[in-house]
């Protein structure tokens, strides 16, 4: 039987290595710390274990202060 489980990535007390699957979409975009929740997410899968993200793409362009 497939294990499913809906939770805050933020918040939750999962023990690492468990999911063969951790997916979300549109997460991502709208956490001003991002990297902290897709790094969870990766300690979530188990050895082998797919993480699909869906996300939207921006590019932004700036301008260097180096000289």
């Known amino acids: 039987m497939p294990?499913?489980?809906e939770t805050?990535?933020?918040n939750c007390s999962l023990k690492?290595?468990?999911f063969d699957l951790?997916?979300?979409?549109?997460?991502?975009?709208?956490l001003?710390?991002?990297q902290v929740a897709l790094s969870r997410k990766i300690d979530l899968l188990?050895?082998?274990g797919?993480?699909?993200t869906e996300?939207?793409?921006?590019f932004f362009c700036c301008k260097s202060d180096r000289r």
Do not use: C, M, S, T
């Open 16 to 18: 690492n290595g468990i």
């Open 55 to 58: 996300e939207e793409l921006e």
């Open 50 to 52: 797919w993480l699909v």
């Open 3 to 5: 294990n499913y489980q």
């Open 46 to 48: 188990k050895l082998g």
């Open 22 to 30: 951790v997916h979300a979409r549109y997460v991502l975009i709208h």
């Open 8 to 10: 805050d990535i933020r």
């Open 32 to 34: 001003p710390n991002f």
